[in-house]
């Protein structure tokens, strides 16, 4: 059984919701064969052997944070990752810089480490988004630089008591998100990603298919830069695996972080029909997600599953050597 290799255990941050914790902790059983081995392939093999019970614990958690398995380096990520044998999500239509380092694992945001990243669902901003999403703590910080993780369908329902036109307005009109992107990447700037990078390649007749086929519209700038116009697109969506609605959008990190050379955050999402958002309700939003969200610290060799249809996530600034790297699946 998986409850000879896995154990739950509990971390101060957890939250509890509907009664249950949030997010679900595991650690290596204590004397159990993970336990007792620092190969990864003991702990890869046991990935593939309950990945039911697995996928069962994130149906219902929406987030499981791994602790104390033998994950050390960059290709013992990528070998886990395989384990859980979802299939890879090229990193398409993101905003964020980032490198490939192994495989399927590349760069979290390469933005700078003090720039804190409010909530968003991975890549929300576009038709295409992940459905799973993991992070692993190569480099953990001395202090600071959480990932914090927060429920969507709570998120939904608080802003839906609290502000209920403007969410009826979200419903029936959704969202146009515009971002302007340099021909190379701004690691500056937590929204750098250039647009070679983002459409991963060279050529502006590949560039231009790729967006075409995430519906986004482009206008070529003088100093080969692009505007790129997404939407309307769905700013509320519903889990059919959960039977919920949830949050799923990147309203707040584009209001409010959307900002560098090139962009105007404010400028950089709208209601679909044009209409601008309401810059008090946004940041009572950002308010909501933060007193809602659980961030708990790394630790090197920790990795976090996220479903990426009921969570949504963010970044802590840190002042001390920091780096988490990342994998998406479709």
Not at 5 to 13: A, D, H, R, W
Request: proline residues 7%; contains cysteine; charged residues 25%.
């Amino acid at each position: 059984m998986a409850e000879n290799l896995f154990t739950e255990i509990k971390v101060p941050q957890q939250k509890t919701f509907d009664g249950d914790l949030f997010p679900t902790v595991l650690s290596p059983k204590l004397g159990g064969a993970i336990a007792n081995s620092h190969d990864v392939s003991v702990f890869t093999e046991a990935i593939r052997a309950y990945k039911p019970w697995l996928q069962s614990l994130l149906l219902k958690s929406g987030a499981i944070f791994f602790r104390g398995f033998p994950v050390a380096t960059a290709s013992d990520f990528n070998d886990v990752v395989e384990a859980f044998g979802f299939e890879e999500l090229p990193y398409i239509g993101g905003a964020a810089p980032r490198s490939k380092v192994i495989g399927r694992v590349s760069t979290a945001n390469e933005s700078p480490l003090d720039q804190k990243i409010p909530f968003h669902h991975e890549l929300a901003q576009v038709p295409k988004f992940p459905s799973k999403l993991f992070f692993f703590c190569e480099i953990a910080p001395a202090k600071g630089g959480e990932t914090p993780i927060v429920l969507s369908h709570i998120i939904y329902q608080r802003m839906k008591e609290k502000y209920p036109e403007f969410v009826e307005r979200l419903e029936k009109h959704g969202l146009i998100y515009t971002k302007v992107l340099g021909e190379d990447d701004d690691h500056t700037s937590t929204v750098g990603r250039g647009w070679k990078s983002t459409f991963l390649t060279q050529e502006r007749s590949v560039a231009e298919e790729r967006a075409a086929d995430l519906g986004l519209r482009m206008e070529w700038e003088e100093d080969g830069g692009v505007k790129t116009i997404m939407g309307p697109i769905p700013a509320i969506r519903t889990d059919e695996s959960r039977q919920r609605k949830v949050w799923l959008n990147s309203i707040v990190i584009a209001y409010t972080s959307w900002g560098d050379a090139r962009n105007d955050p404010v400028k950089a999402i709208t209601f679909g029909d044009g209409k601008p958002l309401p810059a008090d309700i946004i940041y009572d939003c950002a308010k909501i997600l933060d007193d809602e969200s659980v961030a708990i610290p790394w630790q090197k060799g920790d990795f976090l599953l996220l479903d990426n249809w009921a969570v949504l996530h963010s970044r802590l600034p840190s002042h001390t050597p920091r780096r988490i790297l990342a994998s998406l699946c479709k």
